[in-house]
């Protein structure tokens, strides 16, 4: 009777095995080629393969997924489910990258094979459904895989808070780009700041024309006072009897006093006269 009881419950399990759909992977064909770069050196890298859902030709279902293959010396090798027997619109979009970007992309519609198929089998320009592939518009291009595109979105200036068109454009102490404020007929410097032309940072520019310096002119005194100090320094005329006095040579100048040298002294009866700037360069 026990015996009975086994046999029994081993029908029953190789019945219910039997009735079980029968568990298979869809069927593949192998991807084998050999890739090299422009100058000849074997191509090393990554190639990454991206693809929609979709069901293979035995009804297996493919979800989407992504898959990476490293390919060294130019050697590449995977197996991927036939998709032009598949349903409708599956394709694989493929990206080659070296050090994590991208150099070239492509698409792929592989067909069942039971030999190897090489790259040039499996290449088309356009994806089922339409639209050219060939420039990598398949899926989602990532800021890295655009060679130098993220150094120099970094070296761009930004726009700060205060930006506005028809300003003057001023770079803030965080780096980005400002508006400068003010009215239209104030005067920027170099800080940024406005104000009323000739005004703010310094005293306004003054100009001082044909003054008498201060001093006794008697063939001995050397020393004249101006009214105020030259600025710059450089800005002073200075006219003995008309003749015009050269600094380092006929005098010297510290603030606002002025001392000939002695090939110089003013003479009694000698006019001296002064032109010059002040408050300003």
């Avoid at 060294?72 to 493929?94: E, F, H, I, K, M």
């Avoid at 920027?188 to 104000?195: A, E, I, L, N």
Wanted: with cysteine.
């Amino acid at each position: 009777m026990y015996q009975l009881r086994q046999i029994f419950y081993l029908l029953m399990i190789s019945a219910a095995w039997l009735a079980r759909p029968a568990l298979a992977t869809p069927p593949l064909t192998q991807i084998q080629d050999v890739l090299y770069r422009a100058d000849g050196v074997p191509f090393t890298g990554a190639v990454t393969i991206t693809w929609r859902s979709f069901v293979a030709s035995d009804t297996t279902s493919i979800p989407a997924n992504v898959l990476t293959v490293q390919v060294t010396d130019g050697v590449l090798r995977l197996q991927l489910v036939p998709t032009t027997n598949a349903s409708a619109g599956a394709y694989y979009a493929v990206r080659f990258t070296v050090d994590g970007r991208t150099q070239f992309s492509e698409t792929w519609a592989v067909p069942p094979s039971a030999a190897p198929v090489g790259l040039k089998d499996i290449r088309i320009a356009t994806a089922p459904g339409g639209g050219t592939t060939g420039g990598g518009s398949t899926g989602t291009v990532l800021l890295g895989d655009v060679v130098g595109l993220a150094e120099a979105l970094n070296d761009r200036p930004q726009k700060g808070p205060s930006f506005a068109i028809n300003r003057i454009a001023l770079i803030n102490n965080l780096g980005r780009l400002v508006g400068v404020g003010g009215v239209a007929t104030d005067c920027v410097r170099v800080d940024g700041s406005t104000g009323a032309c000739g005004s703010g940072g310094g005293s306004a520019i003054g100009f001082i024309d044909m003054e008498t310096p201060a001093g006794v002119m008697n063939g001995v005194n050397s020393v004249f006072t101006l009214g105020q100090a030259p600025s710059p320094a450089g800005s002073l005329h200075l006219y003995r009897n008309g003749i015009l006095q050269k600094a380092g040579t006929d005098y010297s100048l510290s603030g606002n006093g002025v001392t000939f040298l002695a090939v110089s002294i003013p003479q009694a009866g000698d006019t001296l006269t002064a032109s010059y700037r002040t408050g300003g360069l």
